[in-house]
């Protein structure tokens, strides 16, 4: 709350106008739980995704047209990286499908603030809409689902005794082996916090850009600046997705004891 007031006392020096908000605002409570804009954004994100691959579905030919065969061709390469990444074609059927819809729903929940006016529908005074990823539960729990995945993944994939070799070993016999394992144990912790703040971090600060180049230069930095946080907001979904596939791979590795 310090960050959120001396952020929004920096705006007001500058002038009034320029609304900057660092945790979701609160629209409500449903049976005391907290309703916030990010949350019925992530709803909002849900039920587009939903209804898109119902409607895809329902449109998928035998013989593929044009825009179908570009789909199949972008959805093939994806699995061809993931398999030759996962050395198993078989892993890639099972991992495709939550890849793909962690990078979706990043990427989808990053471009709805950009929809023209979003930002103008309120609630008791608040944005009804708020890009999902700029409040850190949501990149927190995306982080959670990646680590629970790829600790369990390694654990079905060498087994628990081999997977948690990775990690303790007997400080007697092997005292090295023990310090980098408690070194591995910590940094696969620490994932969880790399993962939600780096995805929170660069999609509120270009939140932020955008709102304060508005605000100063409504007629000729707002564009260029979208347009780089288009970018940034498909980078930023592509290189989770693309960071949880290389901790499952390192997951599923056999541990190297020397």
């Known amino acids: 709350m310090a960050v959120e007031n001396a952020v929004q006392g920096a705006a007001e020096q ?14 409500g409570e449903f049976f005391g739980i907290p309703i916030t804009n990010t949350l019925i954004t992530s709803w909002l994100v849900i039920a587009i995704l939903v209804a898109v691959a119902f409607l895809v ?22 699995y061809d990286y993931v398999a030759e990444t996962l050395e198993s074609r078989d892993m890639a059927r099972k991992f495709l499908p939550l890849l793909l819809t962690i990078f979706l729903f990043v990427f989808v929940g990053n471009m709805i603030h950009f929809l023209p006016g979003i930002g103008s529908i309120e609630y008791h005074n608040h944005p009804l809409l708020r890009a999902p990823n700029t409040d850190l539960t949501v990149p927190l729990v995306l982080a959670l689902v990646s680590f629970f995945v790829i600790e369990i993944t390694g654990i079905l994939a060498i087994g628990f005794w081999k997977y948690s070799s990775k990690f303790i070993q007997n ?10 394992g408690m070194i591995e144990l910590i940094g696969e912790l620490v994932r969880v916090i790399s993962l939600s703040f780096r995805l929170f971090g660069n999609i509120l600060a270009g939140e932020i850009i955008i709102a304060v ?10 564009v260029p600046l979208m347009m780089f946080e288009i970018f940034i907001g498909f980078l930023q979904a592509a290189i989770f997705a693309l960071l949880t596939l290389f901790f ?11």
């Open 171 to 180: 400080p007697f016999k092997n005292p090295i082996g023990f310090a980098v």
């Open 14 to 27: 500058a002038g009034s106008g320029i609304h900057v908000a660092i945790s979701a605002e609160k629209l």
């Open 248 to 258: 499952i791979k390192l997951a599923i590795m056999e541990p190297e004891h020397h």
């Open 57 to 78: 579905r329902g449109k998928l030919k035998m013989i593929p047209g044009k825009f179908q065969t570009l789909m199949e061709t972008m959805v093939e390469f994806v």
């Open 213 to 222: 180049a508005i605000y100063f230069a409504p007629y000729l930095l707002p």
